[in-house]
């Protein structure tokens, strides 16, 4: 049984003993990275909290709580995983608050949805090199951006193949 108030544990779950402290530590490292590498912090904080729970799914009071922030706070977040494909906003039934959960397939959910972004990117930079002539510097810089959209558009659903093959045989 946790320490915690179970308004901190994860819903609907018992699990092994684990140092809180440690755990809190850890979520704050990771969102730090995430921070980093360009995720928002609060955004990134409500993930990591996210992924060190064994459900993968609390509402938003229970992030607030956890996060010792406002529930402004939260909803500004999750509505940026959201957007990045990263949680996902769910209601049981007859129940009256949201659950973010994070998304099945995460990762591969993810990166898909990235791919129609970077689609939408390459041809906003193809109509720049219509627009600004092929032949001056910058419609050459969105030329290289265009053909560099290209290669990862045609690379990554391979990618995505290969990924997907190696975890289905990993999980048998």
């Known amino acids: 049984m946790s320490s915690r108030p179970q308004s901190q544990r994860?819903?609907?779950?018992?699990?092994?003993?684990?140092?809180?402290?440690?755990v809190r530590r850890y979520v704050e490292r990771l969102a730090l990275v995430l921070n980093e590498i360009?995720?928002?912090?609060?955004?990134?904080?409500?993930?990591?909290?996210?992924?060190?729970?064994?459900?993968?799914?609390m509402t938003?009071?229970?992030?607030?709580?956890?996060?010792?922030?406002?529930?402004a706070a939260i909803s500004g977040a999750v509505r940026f995983l959201d957007q990045l494909g990263l949680v996902a906003r769910e209601r049981e039934p007859g129940a009256r608050?949201?659950?973010?959960?994070l998304q099945d397939d995460?990762?591969?959910?993810?990166?898909?949805?990235?791919?129609?972004?970077?689609?939408?990117?390459?041809?906003?930079?193809?109509?720049?090199?219509?627009?600004?002539?092929p032949d001056?510097?910058?419609g050459k810089r969105l030329a290289d951006m265009t053909d560099f959209l290209e290669f990862m558009l045609k690379e990554i659903p391979e990618l995505f193949a290969r990924w997907k093959a190696q975890h289905e045989s990993q999980q048998r």
């Open 106 to 133: 995460l990762w591969y959910a993810t990166f898909l949805k990235r791919d129609r972004m970077m689609t939408m990117w390459r041809d906003a930079t193809l109509e720049g090199v219509h627009v600004l002539g």
């Open 97 to 101: 608050r949201d659950h973010y959960r």
């Open 38 to 57: 360009g995720v928002q912090r609060m955004s990134a904080r409500v993930f990591a909290t996210l992924m060190a729970t064994d459900s993968g799914k």
């Open 136 to 138: 001056t510097p910058a």
């Open 60 to 71: 938003a009071a229970e992030l607030a709580e956890q996060l010792s922030v406002s529930p």
């Open 10 to 22: 994860d819903p609907g779950t018992e699990t092994a003993h684990r140092d809180e402290d440690a």
